[in-house]
């Protein structure tokens, strides 16, 4: 019954690698969301999708490429892996985009290592 | 532009006694607040939410945040601290619908003390 699901929970690669992260919502929810937590715990956004289309594009480099092929479901993939590129990712949904049913639903993270 | 600030990377407690983090935001409109805890190894879990229909807000697990318009803020506290309490706590501020960024604070760590 896990609300918010992503895969993998840890993934570790080398440096040049492209992996992908899955993330599943069951909530019903039309807006999903992707951000990255680094070391000292900070978490900041990278992308939004509501219903399918991109509306927030933080400054992420263009090696980061969300896709939602549908509303429950936002993939983030990463091509030619950096060392910086380590940190935990967590996925995130909500029924609406801001507002009072805005309230942001997390996943349980994806812990990224870039050798 | 919107931002918060929590005041106090590390918070520590003994275990029974008043747990109060602060938080304060920067809004140019009517703000919605929010409290998360982060557990070790998991992922953010929310505590509670002010969306502007009482500013005493109750959450899970004894918390409560007042939302104080005059002083830009939105403290978190708990009575009496249990050792389960021990997270790291995040405050965050959203807009108005259509604004659908949420932005975190840095966290603060809070450690119970036996």
């Known amino acids: 019954d896990t609300a918010v699901s992503q895969t993998p929970k840890y993934l570790v690669t080398q440096m040049g690698n492209d992996k992908s992260i899955k993330c599943e919502q069951n909530l019903g929810h039309d807006t999903m969301y992707w951000y990255k937590q680094d070391s000292k715990k900070f978490l900041k956004i990278m992308f939004s999708?509501?219903?399918?289309?991109?509306?927030i594009n933080e400054t992420v480099p263009n090696r980061f490429s969300p896709k939602s092929p549908d509303k429950a479901h936002l993939n983030l993939h990463i091509n030619s892996l950096e060392l910086g590129d380590s940190a935990v990712y967590f996925c995130?949904?909500?029924?609406?985009?801001?507002?009072?049913?805005?309230?942001?639903?997390f996943g349980p993270g994806t812990r990224l290592t870039v050798l | 532009a919107q931002s918060v600030t929590q005041l106090g990377s590390h918070v520590s407690v003994s275990e029974g006694a008043l747990v109060l983090l602060r938080c304060n935001y920067s809004?140019?409109?009517?703000?919605?607040l929010f409290w998360y805890v982060q557990y070790p190894n998991q992922g953010l879990q929310l505590l509670l939410k002010?969306?502007?229909?009482?500013?005493l807000v109750k959450g899970i697990n004894g918390f409560e945040a007042e939302f104080k318009k005059s002083e830009t803020s939105f403290h978190l506290t708990k009575p009496s601290a249990h050792m389960s309490d021990a997270a790291e706590y995040f405050c965050?501020?959203?807009?108005?619908?259509?604004?659908?960024?949420?932005?975190f604070g840095t966290g603060t760590r809070l450690t119970i003390i036996p």
């Open positions: 999708y509501n219903n399918k289309e991109l509306i």
């Open positions: 002010y969306t502007s229909a009482a500013t």
């Open positions: 965050a501020v959203g807009g108005d619908f259509g604004n659908e960024k949420l932005t």
């Open positions: 995130a949904s909500s029924l609406l985009a801001g507002g009072s049913q805005g309230t942001q639903y």
């Open positions: 809004s140019s409109v009517p703000p919605y």
